[in-house]
């Protein structure tokens, strides 16, 4: 099958790991979830429960060390083309847990991110920009 024949009729997958957040993001993106005003639906996407079936992965935390490995693992599971949105200040730099001994790197010394979506957390609408322009990127690779 052709990357461009996976997508076509079909919406992208939005698939959420958390690398060690606070919580503080991850109830910013159930907003995207379940609220109608902000729902990703509008954008066409849907959330799914499996890396496996994802197109785009949303990721919040500073990625600690107890959760490097998980988090690695799922996103190895995320099929290509894939593209990764880093939502929150925490995946970018490590935030306020940047000092913190049990912070692993930034993400992106591990993971290519694509969106960068800062903000401590940032607003619902600044996620739902980010995912349109992750679909953007995804349609470009397909
Ligand atoms: S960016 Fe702020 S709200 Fe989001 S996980 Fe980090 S500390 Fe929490």
């Not at 079936?53 to 290509?80: F, Q």
Request: hydrophobic share 35%.
């Amino acid at each position: 099958m052709s990357s461009l024949s996976r997508f076509a009729g079909k919406s992208p997958w939005l698939y959420r790991i958390n690398a060690g957040s606070c919580n503080g993001c991850d109830v910013e993106l159930a907003t995207t979830a379940i609220i109608p005003r902000y729902d990703v639906e509008r954008l066409g996407c849907q959330y799914c429960a499996s890396p496996k079936h994802a197109d785009i992965v949303l990721i919040t935390g500073p990625l600690t060390t107890r959760v490097k490995d998980k988090v690695l693992s799922l996103y190895d599971e995320i099929p290509n083309p894939k593209v990764t949105v880093a939502i929150g200040i925490c995946p970018i730099s490590g935030g306020v847990f940047r000092e913190s001994y049990t912070m692993s790197r930034p993400v992106d010394e591990y993971i290519p991110v694509d969106v960068n979506v800062p903000g401590c957390p940032p607003r619902p609408q600044a996620i739902i920009e980010g995912i349109a322009k992750a679909i953007k990127i995804l349609e470009s690779r397909s």
